[in-house]
């Protein structure tokens, strides 16, 4: 196959499974679940924790609130209260704290138009509300805590008609209450073809989609991840200014370590290299210091485009999508001249890529074939550069630990394979802590769910060290038996701020409508 992309970034080498990575470093034991609403209606969604009142705040969907869980008993998390958005928008989509305010995102009943955040103080009063740009999707607060800082998706209206531009919001919060605000355009960037523009008709400001900020520890750079377009564009905190953007590359799965299993109808599990280049295309991100060094962290979930309006008859008409099967695809038989094998079910067929790009000599067929996130989690340095790539480890080890599970979706049983087509397991959340002067990163499964552990105390030479996961596979997916479905967030919780004097993590999971609390043990 060609390697013309000038951007490639292959993973580096990685190994399969031993019997050291099946050691289990870190093990989360389950203290307490409660359950927030009704199965997949996202009940439980984001999460984020207060020391002082040892309370967990939750994104409601179902209810268009955010709950309020007592947490001063590990074993017996409590909802207590709500945070009622009222009259400033259609739903929640993200909350974080700084131990004073509580900030929660909303979107606009129309979604195309500017959203809101709203603070409220950790008790649950109201503070005041600050304008956002269209669909506010992630919230964070500096680490010196005096800004709160947003990313706005600005996703195009379900026809397409309507694409307002990604954004990102800087609210002053440095008085205890919002102050000045400050909104960040993309119209400015100078982007290279290192980074996805591919919306029909639209300006790369319009293209650009941030899903995800991290925060630089001194509390002066973020980093604005927009995971459609596979890209990452830098924020300077104190001029509220853009300085760069950058394509964050893609993952070489032909390469020995970064395998995966393609399809929902082969036999068995089958991860084997694969002549595609993964986008990594990451969800959660966050920066973290170790060693006096600043590191990146990732959740490659990936994700494609797709945009169907609905009639009033119940049918649908797909206005854009740019996701295709390589079965259908046409594919330059120069670089793939084993195309008729390739594209077998049992093969590459079913896998779900992106049609957006692939051709890179524009003669109408596929030179290379990019798929849709990396499966893995990443770590780079600040200039993102790549240190560590987690291959293929993820689906050895669901593969070994859960059975009829793998690779399974999210709202039904059994589903033994599901997803391979798709983007396998879906690494989507992601938390750092500390314990014994070790870090750890914990990493959550969207699909297949559970909580992947990692250690990452070197970022180059991280190390599988744990993997949990509460979903019962026997029982209907329906019920409370089911376990927890969709981990969408997760919480590191540390000794010196925990009600029990340990350190804990608490994972919000979207489909099952719960949030869980789990103590993390170092064996």
Same mark, same amino acid.
């Given at each position: 196959?060609?390697?013309?992309?000038?951007?490639?970034?292959?993973?580096?080498?990685?190994?399969?499974?031993?019997?050291?990575?099946?050691?289990?470093?870190?093990?989360?034991?389950?203290?307490?679940?409660?359950?927030?609403?009704?199965?997949?209606?996202?009940?439980?969604?984001?999460?984020?924790?207060?020391?002082?009142?040892?309370?967990?705040?939750?994104?409601?969907?179902?209810?268009?609130?955010?709950?309020?869980?007592?947490?001063?008993?590990?074993?017996?998390?409590?909802?207590?209260?709500?945070?009622?958005?009222?009259?400033?928008?259609?739903?929640?989509?993200?909350?974080?704290?700084?131990?004073?305010?509580?900030?929660?995102?909303?979107?606009?009943?129309?979604?195309?138009?500017?959203?809101?955040?709203?603070?409220?103080?950790?008790?649950?009063?109201?503070?005041?509300?600050?304008?956002?740009?269209?669909?506010?999707?992630?919230?964070?607060?500096?680490?010196?805590?005096?800004?709160?800082?947003?990313?706005?998706?600005?996703?195009?209206?379900?026809?397409?008609?309507?694409?307002?531009?990604?954004?990102?919001?800087?609210?002053?919060?440095?008085?205890?209450?919002?102050?000045?605000?400050?909104?960040?355009?993309?119209?400015?960037?100078?982007?290279?073809?290192?980074?996805?523009?591919?919306?029909?008709?639209?300006?790369?400001?319009?293209?650009?989609?941030?899903?995800?900020?991290?925060?630089?520890?001194?509390?002066?750079?973020?980093?604005?991840?927009?995971?459609?377009?596979?890209?990452?564009?830098?924020?300077?905190?104190?001029?509220?200014?853009?300085? =760069?953007?950058?394509?964050?590359?893609?993952?070489?799965?032909?390469?020995?370590?970064?395998?995966?299993?393609?399809? %929902?109808?082969?036999?068995?599990?089958?991860?084997?290299?694969?002549?595609?280049? =993964?986008?990594?295309?990451?969800?959660?991100?966050?920066?973290?210091?170790?060693?006096?060094?600043?590191?990146?962290?990732?959740?490659?979930?990936?994700?494609?485009?797709?945009?169907?309006?609905?009639?009033?008859?119940?049918?649908?008409?797909?206005?854009?999508?740019?996701?295709?099967?390589?079965?259908?695809?046409?594919?330059?038989?120069?670089?793939?001249?084993?195309?008729?094998?390739?594209?077998?079910?049992?093969?590459?067929?079913?896998?779900?890529?992106?049609?957006?790009?692939?051709?890179?000599?524009?003669?109408?067929?596929?030179?290379?074939?990019?798929?849709?996130?990396?499966?893995?989690?990443?770590?780079?340095?600040?200039?993102?550069?790549?240190?560590?790539?987690?291959?293929?480890?993820?689906?050895?080890?669901?593969?070994?630990?859960?059975?009829?599970?793998?690779?399974?979706?999210?709202?039904?049983?059994?589903?033994?394979?599901?997803?391979?087509?798709?983007?396998?397991?879906?690494?989507?959340?992601?938390?750092?802590?500390?314990?014994?002067?070790?870090?750890?990163?914990?990493?959550?499964?969207?699909?297949?769910?559970?909580?992947?552990?990692?250690?990452?105390?070197?970022?180059?030479?991280?190390?599988?060290?744990?993997?949990?996961?509460?979903? %019962?596979?026997?029982?209907?997916?329906?019920?409370?038996?089911?376990?927890?479905?969709?981990?969408?967030?997760?919480?590191?919780?540390?000794?010196?701020?925990?009600?029990?004097?340990?350190?804990?993590?608490?994972?919000?999971?979207?489909?099952?409508?719960?949030?869980?609390?789990?103590?993390?043990?170092?064996?």
């Amino acid at each position: 196959m060609k390697l013309s992309t000038a951007f490639l970034v292959s993973a580096l080498g990685f190994f399969a499974v031993s019997s050291t990575l099946r050691s289990h470093a870190v093990e989360l034991h389950h203290l307490s679940t409660i359950k927030l609403g009704a199965f997949d209606e996202g009940a439980a969604e984001m999460i984020a924790y207060d020391a002082e009142t040892k309370r967990l705040f939750a994104v409601n969907n179902e209810a268009g609130s955010v709950s309020v869980i007592d947490c001063s008993d590990p074993t017996n998390l409590k909802l207590v209260s709500t945070l009622d958005i009222g009259e400033h928008g259609k739903a929640p989509t993200c909350v974080e704290t700084n131990g004073t305010l509580v900030a929660v995102t909303v979107v606009a009943e129309d979604k195309q138009a500017p959203g809101k955040v709203v603070f409220f103080d950790t008790s649950g009063e109201f503070v005041g509300v600050a304008d956002t740009g269209a669909l506010p999707d992630n919230v964070v607060f500096s680490p010196n805590g005096k800004l709160c800082v947003i990313a706005n998706e600005g996703e195009p209206s379900d026809d397409y008609e309507t694409d307002p531009e990604g954004s990102v919001t800087i609210v002053d919060v440095s008085s205890g209450e919002p102050g000045q605000v400050t909104q960040v355009g993309f119209g400015d960037l100078e982007v290279g073809q290192d980074v996805r523009i591919f919306g029909p008709g639209a300006t790369p400001a319009q293209d650009l989609e941030p899903e995800f900020v991290a925060v630089s520890p001194d509390s002066a750079t973020a980093w604005v991840v927009c995971q459609e377009n596979n890209a990452v564009v830098t924020v300077d905190l104190a001029t509220g200014k853009t300085t =760069g953007i950058r394509g964050l590359g893609m993952k070489d799965h032909s390469r020995e370590g970064n395998g995966f299993d393609a399809s %929902n109808k082969s036999e068995g599990v089958d991860i084997r290299p694969r002549p595609t280049f =993964g986008l990594f295309q990451p969800d959660a991100t966050l920066a973290h210091e170790i060693g006096g060094k600043t590191y990146l962290f990732t959740a490659n979930e990936g994700d494609a485009r797709e945009y169907i309006v609905e009639e009033d008859n119940g049918d649908e008409t797909i206005s854009y999508t740019d996701e295709e099967r390589v079965e259908d695809m046409k594919l330059d038989p120069e670089a793939f001249p084993n195309a008729e094998a390739l594209q077998k079910e049992d093969n590459l067929g079913r896998l779900k890529v992106t049609n957006a790009t692939g051709d890179t000599d524009g003669d109408g067929d596929m030179d290379e074939i990019h798929s849709l996130g990396a499966r893995s989690f990443s770590i780079w340095t600040t200039d993102w550069t790549m240190v560590y790539d987690s291959g293929s480890e993820f689906e050895l080890i669901t593969a070994e630990h859960l059975g009829k599970g793998f690779n399974s979706t999210n709202d039904e049983h059994p589903s033994f394979k599901d997803r391979s087509d798709d983007k396998g397991p879906e690494p989507e959340a992601l938390a750092i802590g500390e314990i014994d002067g070790k870090t750890y990163a914990f990493i959550g499964l969207e699909r297949s769910g559970g909580i992947m552990v990692y250690d990452v105390t070197r970022p180059a030479e991280a190390q599988y060290a744990g993997y949990t996961n509460r979903r %019962n596979f026997e029982a209907d997916v329906e019920s409370e038996e089911a376990g927890d479905l969709g981990p969408e967030d997760i919480e590191f919780i540390p000794a010196a701020d925990s009600p029990n004097g340990k350190n804990l993590v608490a994972v919000a999971n979207e489909v099952s409508g719960t949030v869980s609390l789990f103590e993390a043990v170092v064996k």
